[in-house]
């Protein structure tokens, strides 16, 4: 039995690079071994003749069909593949142990039951240094910004002029992980099936998901509340916000009440924050001339009297918009899809009955594929929606103007290792009028009609034929070979749009 045992919370901290948070507990990386030492009150351990047995636990109701419990003894080496354990010490009364995760293990808080002697706490995070780990990343440098940095530029003002505003994303200040960790047991998953809620933590599309909806607080006890008109009575502006550290101290110790108040920008960097903290790596990105579509047509709606006067739409273009992309793989879609994510936690529509955004890889959204998982239609209509401008008239009639290419504009990031602006455009979508850019969305329509046949395939095809009546009756047959391609592009994106089962459809 052991008399006391010593973390090591210095050493591992630092190995795991985790000592930002402190050295005051341990903080471990899934997939990487960390060490303890265990002083034993009499005796001394003797291999093949001692026994040592581990239980490790995580969440409410731990299991070991959930993932959330894993038993398992010394073996002779590390595997890092699973949860394993092997002494490292000569026999003696002190007993040095390296003991190894699963890289595919629940993120969380964690007991670990040392035999009869007693049990240690810890917090497991995810590893993107361990190439097992969904949220591997192979370079250092990017690691060090996306993982480690604390501070950050984020891009606001327009397409002609992008302001770079720092932000402080803190999530090494002290009692940040903490607050994290709440965040995810605040979720309505959570609080309605603990167990699955923990077991899902080993997946960062998960994680991602969740805390998407999290950080607003329209379904839940989320951190945020949006305001995007009025006054800021009883709260602070977006605009004097500066950090998250603030934010995140005031909703825990609120009690969970949603701070007041936050923007685009705003729920994006505390998304950042969390996400960071917990391992993910995470960026920030600007997209100016960004879309709003609210009924999933690939289309912004714009009204307005003849005058050229604004008529009321939910459809709308942002100046810019903000959202996160987390590095992680994707091995729910088929091959050619891992990398950057974009998830968005601003509430703007729901997914899935919630206020939540992705994550959607931003590959999909450059070829099209807009029946991926999750939200690749809304993503898609940010960066890349017509604008179809209405002019209704006093008789009761209405003209139409169709434009191409406004949307999307100088799609930005903070560089790795410097605060000048990385333009990732090129990552979303393909040069305006180029044949890549006329077959997306390329995901495959089937045959004809879909697979329907008679009134199934004229309903199908009655949409994509008044799109494209729409553009040629707006073209002059002089300028058919300019515009063609317009109208290529807008009858590719009608034509998938409609082929799409509902039920891919969030």
């Known amino acids: 039995l052991a008399q006391k045992w010593n973390l090591e919370c210095l050493f591992n901290n630092t ?28 005796g001394s351990y003797q291999p093949g003749i001692s026994s040592l047995d581990f239980i490790a636990e995580t969440g409410p109701q731990p299991s070991e069909q959930y993932g959330t419990r894993a038993r398992f003894g010394v073996s002779p080496n590390i595997d890092t593949s699973t949860w394993s354990a092997a002494v490292t010490s000569p026999p003696g009364n002190t007993v040095a142990l390296s003991i190894c995760s699963s890289p595919k293990a629940p993120i969380g808080r964690y007991t670990l039951t040392l035999g009869q002697s007693g049990k240690i706490e810890f917090i497991l995070l995810f590893n993107p240094w361990c190439p097992a780990d969904e949220v591997y ?9 996306y993982v480690l940095s604390q501070d950050g530029i984020i891009f606001r003002g327009s397409s002609k002029h992008p302001i770079p505003t720092p932000w402080n994303f803190g999530q090494f200040e002290s009692g940040i992980l903490d607050i994290c960790l709440r965040i995810l047991d605040m979720n309505p998953k959570c609080l309605r099936n603990p167990g699955k809620d923990h077991s899902g933590r080993r997946n960062p599309i998960y994680v991602t998901r969740v805390l998407s909806a999290m950080v607003n607080c329209n379904d839940d006890k989320g951190v945020l509340l949006g305001k995007w008109s009025d006054g800021y009575e009883g709260g602070v502006s977006p ?14 110790t609120q009690a969970c009440q949603p701070v007041r108040y936050g923007q685009c920008w705003v729920f994006a960097a505390v998304a950042c924050s969390v996400s960071r ?16 579509d609210t009924n999933s047509n690939l289309v912004i709606e714009r009204y307005v009297n003849e005058k050229g006067d604004s008529i009321q739409s939910r459809e709308m273009i942002w100046n810019y918009h903000c959202w996160v992309e987390s590095w992680m793989t994707r091995p729910d879609l088929k091959p050619g899809f891992d990398g950057w994510q974009a998830s968005d936690p601003t509430p703007q529509e729901k997914s899935e009955g ?8 931003v590959k999909a959204i450059k070829e099209g594929e807009l029946t991926f998982k999750y939200d690749a239609p ?4 940010e960066v890349n929606a017509d604008i179809v401008t209405l002019m209704k008239k006093k008789d009761g009639s209405t003209s139409e103007v169709t434009t191409t290419g406004l949307v ?3 799609i930005s990031t903070k560089s790795v290792g410097s605060d000048t602006r990385e333009d990732i455009t ?21 045959n004809f009609c879909c697979g329907l046949s008679g009134i199934g395939c004229l309903t199908f095809w009655l949409p994509v034929l008044t799109t494209l009546t729409h553009c040629l009756s707006n073209i002059q047959p002089l300028l058919w070979q300019s515009k063609a391609p317009i109208c290529s592009k807008l009858l590719y994106k009608k034509a998938l749009f409609f082929c799409t089962p509902s039920s891919y459809v969030s």
């Open 15 to 42: 190995d795991h690079r985790t000592d930002l948070n402190g050295v005051d507990q341990l903080i471990v990386r899934r997939g990487q071994p960390f060490s303890i030492s265990l002083y034993l009150r009499s």
């Open 137 to 145: 990343m192979d370079n250092e440098q990017n690691l060090a910004e």
């Open 239 to 252: 605009l004097f916000w500066r950090g998250s550290v603030e934010i995140l101290r005031n909703w825990d």
């Open 277 to 292: 903290a917990l391992g993910i790596p995470c960026r920030v990105i600007t997209n100016f001339l960004s879309a709003h």
């Open 354 to 361: 919630v206020y939540c955004c992705g994550p959607i890889p």
């Open 378 to 381: 809304f993503v898609f209509a």
């Open 408 to 410: 999307g504009q100088k």
């Open 426 to 446: 090129h990552l979303y979508k393909y040069p305006e009028g180029t044949e890549s850019d006329l077959l997306t969305p390329n995901a495959s329509a089937g």
